[in-house]
């Protein structure tokens, strides 16, 4: 009886949160009919945003994977001195609100911030261009990337690094060769993350890079643009990015790349984050 | 031992549960008090929310500090309240965004109830040599300006097409979705130039030099609130409008760098 009902409370308690998250998404795709959110999706506002999105959110992309991998091949494979408190700035900008990173940005890379001053002197400045953008982009989404690489490198059997070894392939060939297959799931895994974030970013962006249609207005920008002109738009942008998200995922499981009993295991990043 | 420690959570737990119940009382006291304080005083008004125009965020406070406030362009608090927010009584920094309220009946007549006037700044390093709005047409100048949806941005548009000068737009670099950000933006130096209002300037002095735009070339800059048709306390927001336009509440407008009314419309 006490197990019924306990099993009662847990279908109740479900459906609640279920309902509570399905319940927004729903609301987007029903507000107006899908016809009208289709014609928006052809305007130009949409295209622009869409356009700038993808651009600095792959370019952003690629320097997380050309820069994270190393970072997470290291901080996974060797113990030294300062290597949690390594970890744990890889971590921080993952639980950083956006605005504060949106100062930090601006603080360092600004006209007048601490690498930014150097670099406007040269000739160079960053705010409110598309490369502010990607690096803000880069900066939000990087620690997805790297904290999952971290994971996946971390479940790698040693034995079989040593073996590759011992067989006599060198450490590069052992990274591409034996590495690097064995952990693509989980490489996967933290890029697709690492992409949905980027596409999603807003805060450090606005603050950061302004907002411009064609050169820093991104997905996320245009719909805050649009909220107070036309709601209809910032419909369509925002059904854009659900379903964008959502063939992430899916096309993540289907590829049966995606181990979430293994790759997000609480216990697994709190070891990893304090070891 | 088992017992011993299971004992010792029981203990815990009663000290953090009185010590919970200590905080939320001291809480219940200090709002209860607050509230009495806001009955005895005649100049507050508590218990309605005002959705004002950005521009708006230094001076309503100073003459009513009772309402809770909620700034931002005037398109984006229009836009929320039409999406049902639960706004008392909306200031907007124009007239145009009240009267299609009004036309929607969203709001209540809307009245007007103080003017300003659209200045440029620029950073006090002024790193791109900007001496005369002329100036801004300069190649690679990085010029601020709000979104046309928000009024200080269509405001901008005007003066920049009243003086022939659309060719500057091409050196927008953002489009802010309120004046305070155009202003911070230029205040931090990250900008070259930008529109705000002569009030906002004044909010950060020492930051930025304010440029004038000639009298010929300003447009009407009228701003004005309304009592939001939804509001559950329209007797209070009906108080609060009155206490703006009151004679006390329109120093406060004078002090802060805001027009007075012409006089043939104030009773409009």
């Not at chain 1, 999706?41 to 997380?64: E, G």
């Not at chain 2, 965004?97 to 003017?115: D, E, H």
């Amino acid at each position: 009886m006490r197990k019924a009902l306990l099993a009662l409370l847990y279908f109740l308690a479900a459906v609640v949160a279920l309902a509570f998250l399905a319940l927004p998404i729903v609301a987007i795709f029903v507000h107006v009919p899908p016809g009208r959110l289709i014609d928006q999706l052809s305007n130009p506002v949409v295209t622009d945003a869409l356009i700038v999105s993808f651009k600095t959110t792959l370019i952003a992309q690629a320097f997380i994977l050309l820069f994270g991998t190393p970072t997470a091949y290291l901080l996974a494979s060797r113990r030294f001195p300062g290597r949690s408190l390594c970890v744990t700035l890889v971590e921080l900008p993952l639980v950083l609100p956006p605005a504060v990173a949106g100062i930090g940005l601006l603080a360092a890379f600004g006209r007048f911030g601490l690498l930014g001053s150097s670099l406007s002197a040269a000739g160079i400045t960053i705010p409110f261009t598309q490369t502010a953008v990607t690096i803000a982009v880069a900066f939000v989404a990087s620690p997805l990337y790297i904290r999952q690489a971290i994971a996946a490198f971390e479940t790698i059997d040693p034995n079989l690094v040593a073996a590759s070894r011992t067989l006599g392939a060198g450490p590069a060939r052992t990274f591409f060769r034996v590495i690097l297959p064995l952990s693509r799931g989980g490489l996967a895994a933290g890029e697709a993350l690492a992409f949905a974030r980027g596409l999603g970013e807003f805060g450090a962006t606005i603050m950061f890079a302004g907002s411009l249609q064609k050169v820093t207005q991104t997905l996320p920008l245009a719909i805050y643009a649009e909220f107070e002109v036309n709601f209809d738009v910032t419909l369509a942008i925002s059904a854009l990015l659900v379903l964008i998200s959502a063939a992430v995922l899916i096309s993540l499981k289907l590829t049966s790349l995606w181990q979430p009993s293994e790759q997000i295991s609480s216990s697994r990043f709190a070891r990893l984050s304090w070891s | 031992m088992e017992l011993a420690s299971q004992h010792r959570i029981a203990r815990r737990r009663a000290t953090v549960l009185a010590a919970l119940c200590a905080s939320l009382c001291s809480l219940l006291a200090a709002t209860g008090a607050a509230a009495r304080t806001g009955e005895h005083s005649s100049t507050r008004v508590t218990g309605i929310t005002v959705y004002a125009a950005a521009s708006l965020t230094d001076v309503f406070p100073k003459i009513d500090s009772g309402p809770k406030y909620s700034f931002g362009a005037s398109s984006t608090l229009a836009a929320q309240i039409t999406q049902g927010a639960p706004a008392d009584v909306f200031a907007s920094a124009n007239t145009t965004i009240p009267a299609q309220l009004f036309a929607k009946q969203l709001v209540q007549r809307p009245v007007v109830f103080t003017r300003n006037r659209l200045v440029f700044v620029v950073p006090t390093s002024n790193p791109a040599g900007i001496h005369s709005v002329y100036d801004l047409k300069k190649a690679g100048v990085k010029l601020v300006i709000a979104a046309p949806a928000v009024p200080v941005g269509s405001y901008t548009l005007q003066v920049l097409k009243q003086m022939g000068l659309t060719s500057v737009l091409a050196n927008v670099v953002s489009r802010e979705s309120d004046v305070r950000s155009v202003l911070s933006k230029v205040a931090l130096g990250e900008a070259d130039a930008g529109f705000v209002y002569s009030t906002d300037a004044r909010t950060v002095p020492g930051k930025v030099r304010v440029f004038k735009i000639p009298a010929w070339a300003q447009p009407k800059l009228t701003y004005a609130l309304a009592v939001v048709s939804a509001s559950g306390n329209k007797a209070a927001a009906q108080r609060f409008i009155r206490e703006v336009l009151s004679k006390a509440g329109q120093k406060k407008m004078l002090a802060a760098g805001f027009l007075a009314l012409p006089k043939a419309k104030s009773k409009r």
